[in-house]
């Protein structure tokens, strides 16, 4: 919970001691999207904790606003009727820049206020009381890439796309340039400073591989907490961009080259003592074992290591995530894990009990954060479940290997085929939830295949800049 965030009961003396006038509410489809509504208070408050209605399709609909009317979920009706918006006022802020508004995050329930599980949020949050019924814990944080222009968004849209000019002084690629990063530096001193207003610590910023790329580092916190703050911090940085006459994008594969990512770090702790004590009692290090890890993070690793390529349809959802997935990219392409391994899909730091950490580095920018986590930590009690054994790390690049059966998946239709194999993920995500999404790649690779007017194998399509340039 933010430190000063309203309760149910003092809600209304909160927004009037705060000179609240309008409510901003923001709730992540299944595709990241982040949606909502700006409310008067008075309708903020008349229909707590549930805030306000949207059509089922806003969570039964693709990216280019058509609905998913040849499938169906059970949270449906056969009549397009309404589904709620219930509001976690832990998540209450003031907007930095508006004194007047605050923001709040929710999930999608029923009418009712009964809850609606393939609302990605929800997903999460249940996988969350599962992995602590197990007395374990997790903190992540997760790495924000994202490509800033010189252009607004309008310029470059009303362009096709196709005169793109990067914040950056030259045409060189290089990394962690001091100059490239200051001619940024403007654009994210407003982003860092709104982020810490609403209540996210952030670690570090940089310049990173790509022309005009940038890597935003976010502080470890509870994998539902991070995943919220992922959402605001997006939205800060279209914000910031938008006001600046600049735009700043999340798409995976902009131009050839690099391409962004979101790499996810993630460590376990002992529950129980956390809720007790406060303490987070690290569990995955153990100076007495091999690669000093635990007898339980082997487990987990070895979880996330063979559930990997079922877990790559949900890490990276689009079409244009998988023209990521190439060798010598900076991107994993086959399945393994790696003690300090920047070309495995799965990166294992174990130098001391508190820092040991995984580094879950298969994820593109444009990724759900609710569903990336609950991706990896599905994954995770499987291989504590079935007690699962941990193969030897790799030893060598995963680059430039010959093709065998550790590949992971390199494009949709491959991604969706390993999931809709792996019946244990998918038990744990919820079958029906994971048939459904299924269901929705298969909607979307259909789309692409019939409107995009372009080879896969060539440069992006206008198609894929329409869906991923702005709206995630």
């Keep these: 919970m933010l430190a000063s965030a309203p309760s149910l009961e003092n809600v209304a003396e909160w927004m ?24 008067s208070v008075a309708k903020f408050l008349s229909g707590l904790p549930k805030a306000h209605a949207f059509s089922d399709l806003a969570l039964a609909g693709d990216l280019g606003g058509t609905p998913h009317l040849t499938f169906w979920h059970s949270f449906r009706t056969p009549m397009l009727g309404d589904i ?26 029923q009418m009712d206020g009964s809850p609606i599980d393939l609302c990605p949020r929800t997903q ?20 924000l890439e994202f490509f800033l222009f010189d252009q607004p968004y309008d310029a470059i849209r009303a362009e096709g796309y196709s005169t793109l000019s990067p914040c950056t002084l030259t045409s060189l690629q290089s990394i962690y340039t001091l100059r490239d990063a200051y001619r940024a530096h403007p654009f994210m001193q407003r982003v860092t400073r709104q982020i810490e207003a609403l209540g996210i610590e952030w670690e570090a910023w940089s310049d990173e591989n790509g022309n005009g790329q940038i890597e935003l580092n976010l502080a470890p916190l509870a994998p539902l907490a991070m995943a919220d703050a992922v959402m605001r911090a997006r939205q800060v940085i279209f914000e910031v961009a938008q006001s600046m006459g600049l735009a700043a994008s999340f798409m995976p594969q902009i131009k050839p080259g690099h391409a962004n990512g979101m790499h996810i770090h993630h460590s376990l ?42 877990s790559v349809s949900l890490l990276c959802p689009s079409i244009n995530s998988f023209r990521r997935l190439r060798d010598f990219s900076a991107a994993p392409t086959r399945q393994g894990w790696g003690l300090d391994h920047k070309s495995a899909p799965l990166r294992v730091l174990s130098p001391s009990p508190g820092t040991t950490r995984i580094e879950h580095r298969v994820g593109s920018s444009d990724l759900n954060p609710y569903l990336a986590m ?14 699962l054994e941990l193969p030897p790390p790799m030893q060598h690049t995963g680059w430039g290997q010959a093709p065998g059966a550790s590949d992971l998946p390199s494009d949709m239709v491959l991604a969706s085929q390993a999931l809709a194999e792996d019946q244990t993920l998918q038990q744990y995500l919820g079958k029906e939830n994971a048939g459904y999404w299924l269901k929705t790649r298969r909607h979307e690779w259909l789309s692409f295949q019939e409107q995009a007017s372009q080879s896969l194998n060539e440069a992006p399509t206008l198609w894929e800049f329409e869906r991923g340039f702005a709206k995630l």
């Design 16 to 39: 009037s001691e705060k000179g609240i006038r309008t409510v901003r509410t923001m709730i992540t489809d299944l595709h990241g999207q982040p949606l909502g509504k700006y409310l």
């Design 269 to 310: 702790h002992d529950f129980n003592r956390e809720q007790d004590t406060g303490v987070f009692e690290p569990l995955l290090f153990d100076a007495s074992e091999p690669h000093q890890l635990s007898a339980l993070a082997m487990r987990w690793i070895a979880g996330l290591h063979h559930h990997l390529p079922a």
């Design 84 to 109: 709620a918006a219930k509001m976690d006022l832990s998540t209450c802020v003031v907007d930095p820049v508006d004194p007047e508004t605050a923001h709040v995050i929710g999930q999608f329930v």
């Design 124 to 143: 999460l949050s249940r996988l969350c009381e599962t992995l602590a019924g197990h007395g374990i814990g997790v903190r992540s944080s997760m790495e």
């Design 374 to 387: 609950s991706a990896i930590i599905a994954s995770g009690l499987c291989g504590l479940d079935a007690d």
